[in-house]
């Protein structure tokens, strides 16, 4: 059975430096993972997919993600955090027709 | 395109009460999907549809019934509401080649959430 796991359930950061969320996934073959973005209040958004092409992933606005099959990792990147990101980051993995969901990553933004 | 649309946006119901949760979509996707988001958690798959007239449970289905008479409509019905109903339910669809015939465009597109409350 898939399952993703999700390190960090909030991680918080200064305006201006890296954003790392941590995600792990298991999958007895090559998997479609992806990051999803909820902010407050608001529908989910499609920040970036991994489907077996370039394992680094570039998404919106400036995130980026690379899968690593021997660390089954997939973790989230942004260089420099900017207060606009402070949302909930979805970590989820394919699993025929259906997505199975991580808990979810709170990020905080400090100024 | 309107994308995926859910009605209504909130509603608080009693315990007992029933209700439809209504989920349009406009892509021409063969694939619709519903789930429920519980405070601080990811979503969970109540029923999903592979194409007019065929439905199928998710991961949680107790106490829901869905129907798909056509593609661009997929309503969620609860029949007796009870307080662990409570949560943010969230509709999405997706355009699926079949297993057969290779992926079509991996990515479900989600509804805007319907936000409710059952006392």
């Known amino acids: 059975a898939q399952s993703v796991t999700q390190l960090d359930s909030h991680v918080s950061v200064s305006e201006g430096t890296p954003v790392l969320l941590r995600c792990n996934y298991s999958?007895?073959?090559?998997?479609?993972l992806f990051w999803y973005v909820q902010h407050p209040n608001k529908g989910l958004q499609l920040l970036l997919k991994y489907t077996s092409a370039a394992t680094l992933v570039k998404g919106i606005n400036g995130f980026e993600a690379e899968f690593k099959k021997s660390e089954t990792s997939f973790h989230l990147t942004k260089p420099s955090a900017h207060m606009s990101d402070a949302a909930e980051y979805f970590c989820v993995v394919r699993s025929n027709y259906q997505l199975i969901w991580g808990a979810g990553t709170k990020l905080i933004i400090k100024p | 395109n309107a994308g995926v649309t859910q009605t209504p946006k909130f509603r608080i119901l009693k315990i007992g009460q029933s209700m439809t949760l209504q989920c349009a979509q406009d892509m021409n996707h063969n694939y619709m999907y519903w789930y429920r988001q519980d405070p601080g958690m990811g979503l969970k798959l109540i029923y999903y549809s592979v194409g007019a007239g065929i439905t199928d449970k998710g991961e949680v289905p107790n106490g829901y019934n869905v129907s798909r008479s056509t593609t661009e409509d997929f309503p969620l019905r609860l029949e007796l509401a009870a307080p662990s109903q409570t949560s943010v339910y969230f509709c999405?669809?997706?355009?699926?080649?079949?297993?057969?015939?290779?992926?079509?465009?991996?990515?479900?597109?989600f509804g805007p959430g319907t936000r409710l409350t059952v006392l």
């Open positions: 999405a669809s997706s355009y699926e080649v079949g297993l057969a015939g290779g992926r079509g465009t991996d990515t479900q597109y």
């Open positions: 999958s007895s073959y090559s998997p479609s």
